[in-house]
């Protein structure tokens, strides 16, 4: 049996108690969701007024909803928003009518070929109302008049986002950014959510180099929405992750950055293939999450997207099996542990110049070799400072030392930071 990790059981429980909320680009559903998260990570939270302009975009009415069903003419609720807020189409207008069910049909949505599975869909942009539902629930009703009521408000109000910040030892900023637009979906939107917080809450433990900025954001128009809003200062964002679709069985997927050679991409790559991992790495397209917008050519910024199973590549996806039972405490665990190690990689990455590049420099005399004496790596640590002192010329990373050398990144930033305190290099 896997033993399952404290954090993994953690961001299993943070992802339950998430799971009923009805969330949507807007509303009260993100609020709630940024409430609990806030209770993990203090939150500095953003409530952006409906028809503000926000790059090519404006920001919506806010939808918020109460209740939804429709009823046959016995009363009985034969499709239930309380049952399951996946059966309203999100954004749906209030109505209050009664109809045949041949006009109701025009507003129901199903999925023919999973005939047991509600979808999820919305219709942000185009007013209208509809439910979701199973195929087979839709076949079992009779012909006949149906009560259809939809209890929502779409009104001017708020988009609502929030950011956590790690403060580093440096301005230059690092985003990790998740959707929180999603009602009740596991994978696609909580795992994701999960495991930026207890990320979140890792990085802070340690005093990390870069300044760490957590988006959590409505998809799109909440990415959209805080670019509009820091387009001034873009520039310190110096790479970025989103992370979605972070808890299903699936192995690891790391799409890279627009760019295609970001650092980010090269620190993803390289945790991957040395962590043994099953795992796929793919080239940026500009669609699935929002490292379309942060890649979008205006900004162009390192953001890669990290993913189990990929945007769209899983057959529970956009439907109620992407459920409690889909995600699980070792797969978030599995997830955020790569996470951690990437960043922890991508803070130790510094450039070095060889103060003494003329030649070896003596390091015995220095006590290089006594401070490496008894340890099993000695031959490899040794090999570490060596390569770190050859390519130390202002141009190459320690990543780059470690990928040519062959030698762990670890072995490589432990010799950078003995060669540093012996006077021999400087950032
Ligand atoms: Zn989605």
Redesign the pocket.
């Given at each position: 049996m896997a033993v399952v990790s404290e954090p993994g059981k953690e961001m299993y429980a943070l992802v339950e108690r998430l799971y009923p909320l009805c969330r949507s680009i807007t509303g009260d559903g993100v609020r709630a969701t940024l409430d609990i998260v806030g209770e993990y990570l203090p939150l500095q939270v953003h409530e952006v007024p409906t028809g503000t302009p926000v790059l090519d975009w404006t920001v919506p009415r806010e939808w918020n909803i109460r209740d939804a069903y429709v009823a046959d003419a016995a009363g009985d609720r034969v499709i239930d928003f309380a049952a399951s807020n996946l059966h309203v189409l999100g954004y749906s207008v209030p109505v209050a009518a009664t109809m045949p069910l041949a006009e109701l049909r025009a507003h129901l949505h199903t999925l023919p070929d999973q005939p047991t599975l509600v979808p999820?869909r919305t219709s942000y942009y185009a007013p209208t109302w509809g439910f979701c539902l199973a195929q087979e629930t839709l076949d079992a009703l009779p012909e006949g008049d149906y009560e259809v009521r939809v209890d929502s408000t779409l009104e001017d109000g708020h988009l609502t986002y929030a950011e956590h910040v790690i403060p580093g030892q440096v301005p230059d900023e690092v985003i990790v950014s998740c959707?929180v637009?999603?009602p009740s979906?596991a994978n696609?939107?909580l795992a994701g959510i999960a495991v930026a917080t207890f990320l979140a809450r890792a990085l802070a433990e340690r005093d990390p180099y870069y300044t760490y900025r957590f988006i959590y954001a409505p998809?799109t128009i909440g990415a959209i929405t805080w670019l509009a809003r820091n387009a001034e200062r873009i520039d310190r964002v110096r790479h970025g992750l989103v992370l979605?679709c972070a808890g299903d069985s699936g192995s690891l997927t790391y799409k890279r950055s627009r760019r295609g050679d970001a650092e980010i991409d090269r620190v993803l790559e390289h945790v991957l293939s040395t962590s043994q991992r099953p795992h796929e790495i793919r080239e940026f397209t500009p669609y699935g999450?929002d490292e379309r917008q942060y890649c979008s050519p205006g900004f162009d910024l390192g953001v890669g997207s990290l993913t189990r199973t990929p945007?769209?590549g899983y057959p529970e996806?956009?439907t109620s099996a992407d459920n409690l039972d889909l995600v699980s405490p070792d797969a978030m665990a599995d997830t955020l542990a790569v996470c951690r190690e990437a960043f922890a990689v991508l803070d130790r990455n510094r450039r070095y110049r060889n103060l003494s590049p003329y030649g070896e420099p003596q390091l015995g005399r220095r006590g290089l070799y006594d401070a490496l004496g008894g340890r099993s790596d000695t031959r490899q640590a040794q090999m570490a400072m060596l390569w770190v002192l050859s390519l130390s010329d202002g141009e190459h990373g320690l990543l780059d030392v470690a990928e040519r050398a062959g030698l762990p990144f670890d072995t490589v930033a432990a010799a950078a930071d003995a060669l540093r305190n012996a006077g021999l290099i400087t950032t």
């Open positions: 999820y959707h637009c999603h979906l696609d939107n998809g979605a999450y945007y769209a996806y956009h």
